[in-house]
């Protein structure tokens, strides 16, 4: 028989006898359900009023009032919470009455145990799956799968997305390499989310932006008098993420002594905070990101083998944006539609021009730059439409110019061919030449999928099998 899923299933019984109220509560408290119990309507309404409950088993005739009238009460105020009516003077219309105002089910007395064993398991069964049903359907309508925030269409972003969730559910160390702005905290984030920690606390730090004796103290912890300034006990930020995940971000600037403690935290699966002699032990997935080159550093003796080894159980590269230009656009359309949100402003769309200065710039600060150029365009366009003026000069001269040769030639136009026959040819020998994989295609001509299905329509392409 399933249980409830999670943390105990919370039940309140509602009967005017108290002696089925006890038996109600001895018996679903064995079956380690948490039970509250309401001699009336009235006091169950204000119990329900202060907490909530997953099942409410009720009488349906109580003196001075009706188990249907506190199903409607229910009901009103949360529509989830099941309800199972019980009752010693069954009728048709009752039963008719409960169902049509929404009673989960409806028993009748005397009843075996295993009747309101088996109706409660069903109860919390059905809300389990409308609970996975509401959270998913959120999900579609706001886009908020676990990897949909590292935006992409190009090969590589493929990859890394099903590699993230191959990987996600191991407890294995995580190493994540690339630039800065590319969006290493968001595959970090992926991982968690898509892990068996998910439930636990992510916790994030930067290893740059700390000196080492108070990055020591803010990963380990210290007691009270260790140094100057620890007047109190500190836990560490191991400590804090305990159950779940702890991204360490800039992790090749750690010095040589956090290096080895950080090893034995890894092998040992302990910690010892700052002054202490005891060590602590932890539960923690460790997720590592860098825009260092650690093999370089390890074979110039500034990072400690023994720890790559350990961070490096697996490995996600992210490469720079402008290695894959594909993702340009998708990007900087997510990116105007979220600071649309954020602003409460109409979603603003780039013009031809500007869209293609963005593809062709070369991006050294990545994501993070694309997004605050664009933050600046949105302030700056006067229409609802981002146009190269919006863009800084910066980004315009950084694009390659379009070069023209300009010595006259003697062309017949009679016999020169339209843009539209060139496009055309260009497409049908890509998709020849790839199989018809239109993924592979698509990713080859620079285009995403969908562009690609339209101009196969559009040119009216087929792919041809000889017999």
């Not at 009706?66 to 989830?80: Q, R, T």
Request: charged content about 30%.
């Amino acid at each position: 028989m399933a249980k409830a899923r999670g943390p105990q299933a919370k039940i309140l019984v509602v009967d005017d006898e108290e002696s089925m109220r006890e038996f109600l509560e001895i018996m679903l408290t064995g079956e380690n359900y948490q039970v509250r119990t309401a001699e009336n309507t009235d006091r169950a309404m204000e119990i329900l009023t202060g907490e909530s409950f997953d099942v409410v088993i009720t009488d349906i005739k109580m003196p001075n009032s009706s188990g249907i009238d506190l199903l409607k009460e229910i009901h009103a105020v949360d529509p989830d919470t099941a309800v199972i009516m019980i009752t010693a003077y069954a009728s048709l219309e009752s039963s008719v009455q409960a169902l049509r105002e929404g009673a989960f089910d409806y028993i009748t007395k005397p009843f075996e145990v295993n009747q309101i064993k088996l109706a409660v398991s069903r109860a919390l069964e059905n809300k389990h799956l409308r609970d996975e049903n509401r959270i998913l359907r959120e999900q579609i309508r706001t886009g908020g799968g676990e990897l949909d925030d590292f935006v992409g269409e190009s090969k590589a972003v493929r990859e890394i997305k099903e590699f993230v969730r191959k990987i996600a559910p191991t407890d294995s160390s995580v190493l994540i390499t690339g630039e800065s702005g590319t969006g290493k905290d968001l595959i970090a984030k992926a991982i968690h989310k898509l892990s068996p920690r998910a439930d636990g606390p992510l916790v994030a730090i930067n290893c740059g932006a700390l000196p080492e004796q108070l990055l020591e103290s803010e990963l380990f912890g210290h007691i009270k008098g260790s140094f100057t300034g620890a007047i109190r006990d500190k836990e560490g930020l191991f400590s804090t993420a305990e159950g779940g995940t702890f991204f360490l971000d800039e992790i090749g600037t750690i010095s040589p002594g956090i290096q080895v403690k950080l090893l034995r935290a890894l092998e040992q699966r302990e910690i010892t905070p700052v002054g202490a002699t005891k060590p602590i032990k932890i539960d923690v997935r460790l997720v590592a990101a860098t825009n260092a080159d650690l093999t370089t550093m390890v074979s110039e003796g500034t990072f400690r083998d023994d720890l790559y080894y350990r961070l490096n159980v697996f490995h996600i590269h992210i490469p720079p944006l402008r290695e894959r230009r594909v993702d340009i656009l998708p990007i900087a359309r997510e990116i105007l539609k979220r600071l649309a949100a954020r602003t409460g402003e109409e979603i603003k769309k780039l013009s031809k021009e500007a869209a293609k200065i963005l593809e062709d710039s070369p991006w050294k600060g990545n994501v993070r730059e694309l997004e605050n150029v664009l933050e600046r365009a949105l302030l700056l366009a006067e229409t609802k439409e981002i146009k190269p003026a919006a863009l800084p000069d910066a980004i315009k001269t950084a694009a390659p110019a379009q070069t023209h040769d300009k010595t006259p030639v003697d062309v017949d136009e009679e016999f020169l061919p339209s843009i539209e026959i060139i496009e055309k040819a260009y497409i049908y020998w890509v998709l020849m030449s790839t199989e018809w994989k239109k993924a592979r295609a698509a990713e080859i001509l620079g285009i995403d999928a969908s562009t690609l299905y339209r101009k196969i329509e559009k040119y009216g392409l087929k792919e041809y099998v000889e017999d």
